[in-house]
C-alpha cells in the first residue's frame, strides 16, 4: 500500500508493540527506573495521534476526499483498481508543509488511470461528520499498518493484520467497525475478574471495621488498575505449557485482549473494554503469578520515591491482600467465582462514601472498582481513601461531600436511624473503656481476647480458633464435580472424609455414605490438619428453598473435645450467609442431638413444611432439627464478642459502682410497723445511684381507625402527587439496577403502601410512619448524596412530616 501523504504517525512498541514485556524476568532495578521513560513515550505518542486526527479534520474538502480515495475502490465499470495512488507522491511529505499540495478531483490515479473523482463518488452527498469519521478510521488504518511492519511475534502480527484490513473494508463501505466471529463478544466469561474481586473483598474482609476495610478496598481498586493497564506477553514467550488447553486458552484470551482492550487505545475507532470487566477467572489464573511478582518488584525498586502513606499500603498491605487473593484464585472450590454469589450486605460497612455516582439509581457491584480515570502512571495514581491512613489527607472535594453526608443524616427521622435512649452510655466512656482494655492487653504483651479477659471460662470453640489462626488447622469447602476434573488432593480429602464419617457413623451403610460424599449435588466442609482430614460435614444446598440439609457430621475421636465441631459449624454458617442462604435442617438421632441443640438447633422448626417437604432425607427413629440463621452475625467470632461485651459491661459497671459508693444508715420506715407499699424513691441511695421512676405514660387518645384510614389515604395520595415522588412511585425495576435488592433487603414504595392501606394494615400511624422512612432511607443508603435519587428523597421526607403535622399525627 502506498500514500500520497506525510507518514503516519508510529507509535512505539509501548503503545502498539506486543513483544516480550522489559519485566519478563524479575523486575530489576534499572527496569524500574525505565517505566517513567516508557509512560513518556505511551502518552507522547498518544498525543500525537489526537493531533494526527485533529489535524485531518482540518483539511479543506478536497483534501479530504484524497486522503479516503486511498482506500476506495474504483467506481468505474469493470474497473479492479482498489484504491487511489497518486501519480506525483510528494519527495519529501511533510517535511516543510504540514498539509501537502491538495490535488484535484480529475488527477488519473497512477494504477488505474481514472479520475480521483471516480473512486470518491460514492461520497459526494456525505456530510462533514461522516468523513471526519472516516478519517479517524483512516489514521487508524495507517497505525496499524505500521504496527504490521514492525511486530516480530507472529500471532500479534497477524491480528494487526486482520484489524488493518477490517478498517480498511469499513472506510470503503462506510460502516463502523465491529469485530465479529470465532472471538465470541465480550464478556467473555462470568463472573468477570472485577466481579471477583469484589466479591473477594465482601467475603474475606466484610466483617472487618471501617477503617481496615478500607485497605482492602483501596488496594482491590489498585489491583484491577494495574490489570487493566497491564501488557499480556505474547504466547511464544511462555515457553512450552504443561497443560495443553491453559496454553489454547491463554492463545484465545491474548487475541481477544489485543482485539478489544490493547489495540483500541490507539485506534479509537475500534471499541475499547478494560480488562477485568470481559475476563473472567481463566485470564487472571494465566496471569496472576507473574504480574504479582512483577509489581511487588516494581514497588520495591521504587519504595524511595514513595511518600510513606503509600509505602505502607504497597510493601506491608498488598502483599498479604496477594497472597489472599492468589488461594481464592487457584482454590478448587472458591466462592468468589460462583455467579450467585451474594454479599452479605447487612454485615459490610458502607460502600456509599467511595462510589462514584452512576446515571441509574444506584451503581452496580462492579462499578464500586471500577477506576473511572487513568492514572499518570502505569500502574495507577493510588487515590487514597477517606480516614484509611492515620495522617487523614483528604481531597476538598471528597471533604466536602463527607461533611454534606454528615449534615443530611443529621437530619434523619427518628425512624431512619439508631434511637439514643436517655441515659445511655455515652460513646466517649465506651471507647474510653475499650482503649483501656486495648492497654492492658499491650502491656501484657498478649493480643485482647478470651484468654486475656477470662482464661478460666473460655468458650468452645476458642481452642480452635487459635489453632485456625496459627495455621494448625484450615477449612475447606470441597465436592466432586461432573464438569471438571478435581485436583487430587480433593480427591484424597473426599476419600479421607468418607472414611472418617464411615468410621464414626458406623449404623450408615458405607455404600450409602460414599455416594452421598461423591454425589456432585453435595458438598463437605472439612477440617484438615496436618494435611489429614480431622472433621466433616457433609450438606446439600437448596438456593430455590432457602435451606441447607446437613447430611452428615463427625469428628475424629482423639479430636473431640476441642471445640472443632462447633468452629466446624460455625464456619458452615458464616458460608451459608455469604450465599444468602439462612436456613438449616437435619435428621439427628439420639447420639447428635445434644450436639446439635449446643449449634442453636431446636425441634422448633421455622420454616413451612411444604418448603422442605420432598427434599429433605427422612430417617428412620431420627429427629428433624433445625436452626434459623441471622445475618447480621459473623458466627466465627461470635463468641469471642460476646466475651468482650461482657467485659465491656463489667467494667462500666465498676466505674458506675466507684462513683456511686457511700455507705447509708440503715432504713428508719419500720420503726412504727410495716406500711405497704413502700416507695422505691424513697429508699435512701437509690436516686443517687442512678434509678429513676418509670414515667407515667398518658393514656393516648384512641383514634377512630375509619378516621385514621382517611386521614393516611389524604396524605399518602399527596405524597404521591408531590413532584419529587416520582423515583417512588413503584417498586425499583432490577434491570434498571441489577444490584439493587442484594443490598436494600426490605424495599419499599408508594404503590405498596397504597395496597397495605386498603388492606387495613395501617392500624397505627406508626406503621405508616414506618414504611415512609424506609423508603426514605433505602434511597439513602443505595445512592450517593449528589444525586437526583438522594434530594428525592429529602424533599419527600420533609413533605410527608409536614403533611403528618398538619394532619395533627405528629408533635408541632
Same mark, same amino acid.
Given at each position: 500500500?502506498?500514500?500520497?501523504?506525510?507518514?503516519?504517525?508510529?507509535?512505539?512498541?509501548?503503545?502498539?508493540?506486543?513483544?516480550?514485556?522489559?519485566?519478563?524476568?524479575?523486575?530489576?532495578?534499572?527496569?524500574?527506573?525505565?517505566?517513567?521513560?516508557?509512560?513518556?513515550?505511551?502518552?507522547?505518542?498518544?498525543?500525537?495521534?489526537?493531533?494526527?486526527?485533529?489535524?485531518?479534520?482540518?483539511?479543506?474538502?478536497?483534501?479530504?476526499?484524497?486522503?479516503?480515495?486511498?482506500?476506495?475502490?474504483?467506481?468505474?465499470?469493470?474497473?479492479?483498481?482498489?484504491?487511489?495512488?497518486?501519480?506525483?507522491?510528494?519527495?519529501?511529505?511533510?517535511?516543510?508543509?504540514?498539509?501537502?499540495?491538495?490535488?484535484?478531483?480529475?488527477?488519473?490515479?497512477?494504477?488505474?488511470?481514472?479520475?480521483?473523482?471516480?473512486?470518491?463518488?460514492?461520497?459526494?452527498?456525505?456530510?462533514?461528520?461522516?468523513?471526519?469519521?472516516?478519517?479517524?478510521?483512516?489514521?487508524?488504518?495507517?497505525?496499524?499498518?505500521?504496527?504490521?511492519?514492525?511486530?516480530?511475534?507472529?500471532?500479534?502480527?497477524?491480528?494487526?493484520?486482520?484489524?488493518?484490513?477490517?478498517?480498511?473494508?469499513?472506510?470503503?463501505?462506510?460502516?463502523?467497525?465491529?469485530?465479529?466471529?470465532?472471538?465470541?463478544?465480550?464478556?467473555?466469561?462470568?463472573?468477570?475478574?472485577?466481579?471477583?474481586?469484589?466479591?473477594?473483598?465482601?467475603?474475606?474482609?466484610?466483617?472487618?471495621?471501617?477503617?481496615?476495610?478500607?485497605?482492602?478496598?483501596?488496594?482491590?481498586?489498585?489491583?484491577?488498575?494495574?490489570?487493566?493497564?497491564?501488557?499480556?506477553?505474547?504466547?511464544?514467550?511462555?515457553?512450552?505449557?504443561?497443560?495443553?488447553?491453559?496454553?489454547?486458552?491463554?492463545?484465545?484470551?491474548?487475541?481477544?485482549?489485543?482485539?478489544?482492550?490493547?489495540?483500541?487505545?490507539?485506534?479509537?475507532? !475500534?471499541?475499547?473494554?478494560?480488562?477485568? *470487566?470481559?475476563? &473472567? #477467572?481463566?485470564?487472571? @489464573? $494465566?496471569?496472576?503469578?507473574?504480574?504479582? %511478582?512483577?509489581?511487588?518488584?516494581?514497588?520495591?525498586?521504587?519504595?524511595?520515591?514513595?511518600?510513606?502513606?503509600?509505602?505502607?499500603?504497597?510493601?506491608?498491605?498488598?502483599?498479604?491482600?496477594?497472597?489472599?487473593?492468589?488461594?481464592?484464585?487457584?482454590?478448587?472450590?472458591?466462592?468468589?467465582?460462583?455467579?450467585?454469589?451474594?454479599?452479605?450486605?447487612?454485615?459490610?460497612?458502607?460502600?456509599?462514601?467511595?462510589?462514584?455516582?452512576?446515571?441509574?439509581?444506584?451503581?452496580?457491584?462492579?462499578?464500586?472498582?471500577?477506576?473511572?480515570?487513568?492514572?499518570?502512571?502505569?500502574?495507577?495514581? !493510588?487515590?487514597?481513601?477517606?480516614?484509611? *491512613?492515620?495522617? &487523614? #489527607?483528604?481531597?476538598? @472535594? $471528597?471533604?466536602?461531600?463527607?461533611?454534606? %453526608?454528615?449534615?443530611?443524616?443529621?437530619?434523619?427521622?427518628?425512624?431512619?436511624?439508631?434511637?439514643?435512649?436517655?441515659?445511655?452510655?455515652?460513646?466517649?466512656?465506651?471507647?474510653?473503656?475499650?482503649?483501656?482494655?486495648?492497654?492492658?492487653?499491650?502491656?501484657?504483651?498478649?493480643?485482647?481476647?478470651?484468654?486475656?479477659?477470662?482464661?478460666?471460662?473460655?468458650?468452645?470453640?476458642?481452642?480452635?480458633?487459635?489453632?485456625?489462626?496459627?495455621?494448625?488447622?484450615?477449612?475447606?469447602?470441597?465436592?466432586?464435580?461432573?464438569?471438571?476434573?478435581?485436583?487430587?488432593?480433593?480427591?484424597?480429602? !473426599?476419600?479421607?472424609?468418607?472414611?472418617?464419617?464411615?468410621?464414626?457413623?458406623?449404623?450408615?451403610?458405607?455404600?450409602?455414605?460414599?455416594?452421598?460424599?461423591?454425589?456432585?449435588?453435595?458438598?463437605?466442609?472439612?477440617?484438615?490438619?496436618?494435611?489429614?482430614?480431622?472433621?466433616?460435614?457433609?450438606?446439600?444446598?437448596?438456593?430455590?428453598?432457602?435451606?441447607?440439609?446437613?447430611?452428615?457430621?463427625?469428628?475424629?475421636?482423639?479430636?473431640?473435645?476441642?471445640?472443632?465441631?462447633?468452629?466446624?459449624?460455625?464456619?458452615?454458617?458464616?458460608?451459608?450467609?455469604?450465599?444468602?442462604?439462612?436456613?438449616?435442617?437435619?435428621?439427628?438421632?439420639?447420639?447428635?442431638?445434644?450436639?446439635?441443640?449446643?449449634?442453636?438447633?431446636?425441634?422448633?422448626?421455622?420454616?413451612?413444611?411444604?418448603?422442605?417437604?420432598?427434599?429433605?432425607?427422612?430417617?428412620?427413629?431420627?429427629?428433624?432439627?433445625?436452626?434459623?440463621?441471622?445475618?447480621?452475625?459473623?458466627?466465627?467470632?461470635?463468641?469471642?464478642?460476646?466475651?468482650?461485651?461482657?467485659?465491656?459491661?463489667?467494667?462500666?459497671?465498676?466505674?458506675?459502682?466507684?462513683?456511686?459508693?457511700?455507705?447509708?444508715?440503715?432504713?428508719?420506715?419500720?420503726?412504727?410497723?410495716?406500711?405497704?407499699?413502700?416507695?422505691?424513691?424513697?429508699?435512701?441511695?437509690?436516686?443517687?445511684?442512678?434509678?429513676?421512676?418509670?414515667?407515667?405514660?398518658?393514656?393516648?387518645?384512641?383514634?377512630?381507625?375509619?378516621?385514621?384510614?382517611?386521614?393516611?389515604?389524604?396524605?399518602?395520595?399527596?405524597?404521591?402527587?408531590?413532584?419529587?415522588?416520582?423515583?417512588?412511585?413503584?417498586?425499583?425495576?432490577?434491570?434498571?439496577?441489577?444490584?439493587?435488592?442484594?443490598?436494600?433487603?426490605?424495599?419499599?414504595?408508594?404503590?405498596?403502601?397504597?395496597?397495605?392501606?386498603?388492606?387495613?394494615?395501617?392500624?397505627?400511624?406508626?406503621?405508616?410512619?414506618?414504611?415512609?422512612?424506609?423508603?426514605?432511607?433505602?434511597?439513602?443508603?443505595?445512592?450517593?448524596?449528589?444525586?437526583?435519587?438522594?434530594?428525592?428523597?429529602?424533599?419527600?421526607?420533609?413533605?410527608?412530616?409536614?403533611?403528618?403535622?398538619?394532619?395533627?399525627?405528629?408533635?408541632?
Amino acid at each position: 500500500m502506498s500514500t500520497n501523504t506525510d507518514p503516519p504517525a508510529t507509535p512505539t512498541d509501548d503503545v502498539i508493540g506486543t513483544g516480550i514485556p522489559k519485566q519478563t524476568t524479575a523486575a530489576t532495578t534499572g527496569a524500574a527506573q525505565s517505566q517513567s521513560t516508557e509512560i513518556s513515550h505511551k502518552t507522547n505518542n498518544l498525543q500525537r495521534i489526537a493531533q494526527k486526527k485533529m489535524l485531518v479534520r482540518s483539511f479543506p474538502r478536497n483534501k479530504k476526499l484524497e486522503k479516503l480515495a486511498v482506500y476506495s475502490t474504483c467506481k468505474s465499470e469493470g474497473c479492479k483498481c482498489n484504491g487511489w495512488k497518486n501519480p506525483n507522491p510528494p519527495t519529501q511529505p511533510g517535511a516543510t508543509d504540514p498539509i501537502p499540495p491538495v490535488v484535484s478531483l480529475t488527477d488519473p490515479c497512477k494504477s488505474c488511470r481514472h479520475s480521483l473523482g471516480a473512486h470518491v463518488s460514492h461520497l459526494d452527498n456525505t456530510d462533514e461528520e461522516e468523513l471526519n469519521r472516516l478519517l479517524r478510521i483512516v489514521v487508524d488504518v495507517e497505525n496499524l499498518f505500521v504496527c504490521v511492519h514492525r511486530e516480530e511475534d507472529a500471532e500479534a502480527k497477524q491480528v494487526y493484520f486482520y484489524l488493518f484490513k477490517l478498517l480498511r473494508k469499513c472506510i470503503s463501505n462506510m460502516s463502523t467497525p465491529s469485530i465479529e466471529g470465532s472471538l465470541g463478544t465480550p464478556p467473555f466469561e462470568k463472573p468477570s475478574i472485577a466481579k471477583g474481586v469484589t466479591n473477594f473483598v465482601a467475603y474475606k474482609f466484610g466483617t472487618l471495621a471501617q477503617k481496615e476495610w478500607q485497605t482492602m478496598y483501596d488496594l482491590a481498586k489498585m489491583f484491577l488498575h494495574c490489570l487493566n493497564h497491564w501488557k499480556l506477553w505474547p504466547p511464544a514467550s511462555r515457553g512450552q505449557q504443561v497443560d495443553e488447553k491453559d496454553e489454547n486458552d491463554y492463545k484465545l484470551n491474548y487475541t481477544r485482549w489485543l482485539c478489544f482492550c490493547h489495540v483500541p487505545v490507539f485506534c479509537d475507532s !475500534l471499541p475499547r473494554f478494560d480488562t477485568t *470487566l470481559i475476563f &473472567g #477467572r481463566t485470564l487472571l @489464573r $494465566s496471569v496472576f503469578q507473574t504480574m504479582r %511478582r512483577q509489581l511487588l518488584d516494581k514497588f520495591r525498586a521504587e519504595k524511595d520515591k514513595m511518600p510513606p502513606d503509600k509505602k505502607t499500603l504497597v510493601l506491608t498491605h498488598f502483599p498479604r491482600f496477594l497472597t489472599m487473593l492468589e488461594q481464592e484464585v487457584y482454590g478448587s472450590s472458591s466462592p468468589i467465582w460462583d455467579p450467585e454469589f451474594v454479599q452479605n450486605s447487612s454485615n459490610m460497612p458502607s460502600l456509599a462514601s467511595t462510589v462514584s455516582p452512576s446515571g441509574a439509581a444506584g451503581v452496580s457491584g462492579l462499578s464500586r472498582f471500577t477506576s473511572t480515570t487513568v492514572g499518570t502512571d502505569a500502574y495507577g495514581a !493510588l487515590n487514597i481513601s477517606p480516614g484509611l *491512613l492515620s495522617s &487523614g #489527607r483528604r481531597s476538598s @472535594r $471528597s471533604q466536602e461531600a463527607a461533611e454534606k %453526608r454528615k449534615a443530611d443524616e443529621a437530619g434523619l427521622s427518628d425512624g431512619a436511624k439508631r434511637p439514643r435512649i436517655d441515659g445511655d452510655i455515652p460513646k466517649e466512656l465506651l471507647e474510653e473503656v475499650v482503649a483501656d482494655m486495648t492497654t492492658e492487653a499491650e502491656g501484657d504483651g498478649t493480643m485482647l481476647g478470651p484468654e486475656t479477659l477470662c482464661p478460666t471460662n473460655a468458650a468452645r470453640d476458642e481452642q480452635a480458633r487459635q489453632e485456625e489462626k496459627d495455621g494448625k488447622i484450615d477449612f475447606h469447602i470441597i465436592n466432586n464435580s461432573l464438569s471438571h476434573r478435581p485436583t487430587n488432593q480433593v480427591f484424597i480429602w !473426599l476419600i479421607e472424609v468418607q472414611n472418617l464419617f464411615s468410621h464414626q457413623l458406623p449404623r450408615m451403610p458405607k455404600e450409602y455414605i460414599t455416594r452421598l460424599v461423591f454425589d456432585p449435588k453435595h458438598k463437605c466442609l472439612v477440617l484438615v490438619k496436618h494435611n489429614h482430614v480431622i472433621g466433616g460435614i457433609c450438606f446439600r444446598m437448596f438456593p430455590t428453598q432457602c435451606f441447607t440439609e446437613i447430611v452428615f457430621c463427625a469428628v475424629t475421636s482423639s479430636e473431640q473435645v476441642k471445640g472443632y465441631g462447633t468452629t466446624l459449624m460455625n464456619h458452615l454458617k458464616d458460608y451459608h450467609l455469604i450465599h444468602n442462604i439462612t436456613h438449616f435442617l437435619t435428621f439427628a438421632d439420639e447420639f447428635a442431638t445434644g450436639y446439635f441443640k449446643k449449634q442453636g438447633f431446636s425441634k422448633d422448626i421455622k420454616l413451612p413444611r411444604s418448603q422442605y417437604l420432598g427434599y429433605i432425607k427422612d430417617y428412620e427413629g431420627a429427629t428433624l432439627m433445625g436452626c434459623e440463621l441471622c445475618p447480621r452475625i459473623n458466627y466465627t467470632d461470635f463468641s469471642r464478642v460476646i466475651r468482650k461485651q461482657k467485659e465491656i459491661i463489667k467494667r462500666l459497671a465498676a466505674r458506675k459502682s466507684l462513683e456511686t459508693e457511700k455507705v447509708y444508715s440503715g432504713i428508719t420506715l419500720f420503726k412504727e410497723g410495716v406500711k405497704l407499699p413502700i416507695p422505691l424513691e424513697s429508699i435512701p441511695g437509690l436516686i443517687e445511684s442512678g434509678w429513676k421512676p418509670p414515667i407515667k405514660k398518658e393514656k393516648e387518645n384512641q383514634i377512630d381507625l375509619d378516621q385514621l384510614y382517611n386521614q393516611l389515604r389524604t396524605i399518602l395520595q399527596q405524597v404521591k402527587s408531590h413532584a419529587s415522588a416520582w423515583p417512588f412511585l413503584k417498586p425499583v425495576d432490577k434491570s434498571e439496577a441489577p444490584d439493587y435488592y442484594d443490598h436494600i433487603r426490605f424495599p419499599m414504595d408508594l404503590r405498596t403502601m397504597g395496597e397495605r392501606l386498603k388492606n387495613k394494615y395501617y392500624v397505627h400511624k406508626s406503621l405508616f410512619v414506618a414504611d415512609m422512612n424506609r423508603i426514605v432511607t433505602n434511597c439513602r443508603s443505595y445512592n450517593e448524596p449528589d444525586t437526583e435519587y438522594y434530594k428525592c428523597a429529602n424533599t419527600i421526607e420533609k413533605y410527608y412530616i409536614t403533611k403528618m403535622k398538619e394532619a395533627g399525627l405528629m408533635d408541632k
